[in-house]
């Protein structure tokens, strides 16, 4: 798999399931591509932060 659709499976995977054969393919790229591993790790931490901050934001506004 090359990386340009590695990347637009593991950014796929924040909004759907991804299909059985897509996930083994991606995690396949994955192990061997520090690359991505890198953007996936990434994207993972801008996900967490961005849960945070919603939530932060959330419970500011109850206290309002």
Known sequence: ?????ATKLASD???RRLSI??????????FGCDACSG???????IRKATRR???TDASD???R
């Open 13 to 15: 995977e924040l909004d």
């Open 21 to 30: 054969g897509e996930t083994l393919r991606l995690r396949l790229h994955l």
């Open 39 to 45: 953007f996936v790790r990434q994207i993972g931490m």
């Open 1 to 5: 798999m090359m990386c340009e659709n």
């Open 53 to 55: 901050y919603v939530a």
């Open 61 to 63: 506004a109850d206290e």
